[in-house]
């Protein structure tokens, strides 16, 4: 839950930062990032197995979509604010993991 909220403050700083200073609201910001979180989720459930850490780069197109279709930002902006999305979202991951084992 801790991840979710930290999360959707980074979207809403992307947000801010590439729509002109324009806020987001929680509502969207913390449903665009439960979405990214399941399919992130789903991603290392199923592929990490065989695919190690590259088991997270079909997020690399499922964050700038949901930033896209969820947030309404144009799709330039939305495909560069979802990859650094996706770059915090690994290097998280590689933390959690890294602190778990």
């Keep these: 839950m801790l991840v979710l909220l930290l999360d959707s403050a980074v979207l809403i ?4 930062l590439f729509s002109g200073g324009n806020s987001l609201s929680w509502g969207k910001a913390i449903g ?5 979180s399941l399919f992130s989720y789903a991603c290392i459930r199923f592929l990490a197995e065989s695919l190690g850490i590259l088991a997270l780069l079909p997020c690399l197109l499922v964050a700038p979509l949901m930033l896209f279709i969820i947030c309404d930002l144009p799709l330039k902006q939305s495909a560069i604010a979802g990859t650094i999305f996706t770059v915090y979202r690994i290097i998280l991951t590689l933390i959690v993991f890294s602190l778990a084992s």
């Design 32 to 36: 665009t990032a439960f979405v990214i």
């Design 13 to 16: 700083g992307l947000y801010a």
